[in-house]
C-alpha cells in the first residue's frame, strides 16, 4: 500500500503511528520513537514523532516467577498497564513529543522533498522506504 491510498483511509484529526524504530543513546540503554501521521484536511498532513512513556527499565522492573521458574509477562507497573517492552523498558500506552512539539512537518503532498530532509534529519530513512502501518500498535488503516 503505498502513502496516498493509506492516507486516503485515515480519519480526520486521528494522530496513527505509522513506522517505529529504535534508538540507542548510550549502552544498554535504548528507547523507540513513534513516527505519527495525523491527517487534518482532505489534503492537509503533518508528521510528528513520539516516544512512549517508560514505566520502568527492564533491569529494574519486578517480575513474577511462574511454578516452572519462567518469569510471567509484565501486565502494570505502578497501577499503569504495559503496552509493552519497547526497547530497553517496560512502556505503557501513553507518549510524549520528541524532542518536543514544535518538531513536526506539516505538508499536502506526499512527493515533497522537504518531508525526506525532515525524517533523515530525525534519524528515519526516506518515506518511500517506509511501508506504512509496520508498527509496533494494532493500526486499522493498513
Given amino acids: 500500500m503505498d502513502w496516498i491510498e493509506y492516507a486516503a483511509k485515515m480519519p480526520t484529526g486521528i494522530p496513527t503511528e505509522v513506522d517505529c524504530l529504535e534508538f540507542s543513546l548510550t549502552r544498554g540503554d535504548c ?12 489534503d492537509d498532513y503533518v508528521f510528528h514523532i513520539e516516544r ?9 522492573a519486578v ?20 503496552l509493552a517492552l ?7 500506552y501513553g507518549a510524549d513529543p520528541f524532542p518536543d512539539q514544535d518538531n513536526k512537518i506539516e505538508f499536502s503532498d506526499f512527493n515533497d522533498p522537504a518531508i525526506d530532509q525532515w525524517l ?15 508498527t509496533t500498535k494494532e493500526n486499522i488503516y493498513g
Fill in 120 to 134: 533523515i534529519s530525525n534519524g528515519w530513512q526516506k518515506l518511500d522506504e517506509i511501508i506504512p502501518a509496520q
Fill in 31 to 42: 528507547h523507540v520513537r513513534y513516527l505519527m501521521l495525523e491527517k487534518f484536511g482532505e
Fill in 86 to 92: 519497547l526497547g530497553d523498558y517496560y512502556c505503557g
Fill in 52 to 60: 512512549p512513556t517508560g514505566l520502568v527499565h527492564m533491569e529494574d
Fill in 63 to 82: 517480575r513474577e516467577v511462574d511454578e516452572d521458574g519462567n518469569y510471567m509477562p509484565l501486565e502494570e507497573v505502578d497501577g499503569e498497564e504495559v
